[in-house]
């Protein structure tokens, strides 16, 4: 019997208070289009939300969107409501409006990939694709 | 996590290990067939509703309208929302959260989005097998979300013990076209969007549907609801419960049970036809050539098909002999 093979999962959140879910959505589609499923969860998510959300849909890949300016404060709630969930096997990555000095404090906390405004889509899929990790 | 861990898992509450149980039985693994075998026995505690209609029809708000309502009245609540995956890449978005987001945070809630993954007919054994996980992991109640437009679609409201579908007022047309398959495989109709101008008028087309389908000892009840507000919303999980108690209670509780029962085993045993026949065709080369000499217009589709499947018996037969 044969199985099929599966296809990554991702879940695309907005945390925090802004409205703006243009960049969240172009990133969505382009990883549509390059086969991915893709959860979108929409607008002013809170950490635990997320993190739930990556719980119950099983994802291997989790992005955040955020224009706010309150990546450092949100995003380590976020990596801590997914520890305190047991879910420590995804791979994260952010993007929106995020300057180059916070870059790095990010990435300590566990964002393999950082995206600035116009990244190339086509940068964010080989991203995902060659870092989600497997499941068997 | 083994087998042994996601069963216990699930048994014990762990919403990550079902989760996990979750995507195996969507990509129909080993491990997944095995969770779901080993964990039959403890289903069939949960009310399991599908909830069909049009694209737009408002299924995810009543979905959400739904599970708030049954959490009012105390019961816990797991969701499967199905959506199509595209034809071109296989990919797919998934958005039914955004309609649902209050209940994220509900512990009494689990919601799973799960995309059709176009497979040959696997989506209705998928599904299934979802709901009867949510079901052994305690839910009281297990809502799944179609859209309501081919084959696949009628085949997961074949799953759920009771089908909800969801019209809308001034769609004559759809409900003209949901005659073909959909109307006999409901047990309760709605139309949604009532504070929009022709919900009585739909009632009505509803109702001279109805009255000329093939119908059994349950004659399905037509409401209205107001998805967005909730109105409405109690008086169907009211018909739910109804239909629960006829399907469980009634005098035709075991026939219903047997015909639930026949219909998911042939539905799957289809879906294993299907995907195995293909399979072999593929692999024997077979195809091309017919497909081929059907497109030079030297052979004809019936013909070509028939020697397809004689090819493919032929190399089962032998399989078998060397076994
Ligand atoms: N006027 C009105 N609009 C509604 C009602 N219920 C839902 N809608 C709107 O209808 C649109 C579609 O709602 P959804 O719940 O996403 O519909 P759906 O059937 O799940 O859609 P798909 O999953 O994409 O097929 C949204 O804009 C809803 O706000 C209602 O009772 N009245
Ligand atoms: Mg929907």
Redesign the interface.
Known sequence: MTTQARPIRVLIAKPGLDGHDRGAKVVARALRDAGMEVIYTGIRQTPQMIAEAALQEDVQVVGLSILSGAHLELFPRVVQELKSRGVDDVLLFAGGIIPNDDVDAIRTIGFQGVFGPGTDTNDIIAFVRDNAPNRA | MDTNALVEGILGGN??AL??A??HV?????AGREVLARLYARTGHAQVVGITGSAGAGKSTLVGAIAREQRKRGRTVGIVAVDP??PF???????D??RM?DL??DDGV????M?S?G?LG?LSEAATGVADLLDAAHFDVVLIETVGAGQDEVEVANAAGTTVLVANPGGGDEVQSMKAGLMEVAQIMVVNKADLAGADTAMTQLRALLSIADLGPWVPPILKAVARTAEGVPELVDAIDKHQEFIRGSEHAHEERRKHAQRQVIAIARA?LH??AL?TANASGAIAALVEEVAERTRDPRSAAEELLETVRREWASQGERE
């Open positions: 919403r990550r989760a996990r979750i995507s969507e990509a129909n693994t080993a995956s595209s890449s296989h990919g797919a978005i998934l958005g959260r955004i987001q994220t945070s689990f919601l799973r989005s995309a993954r497979n696997g294993i995907r195995e399979s």
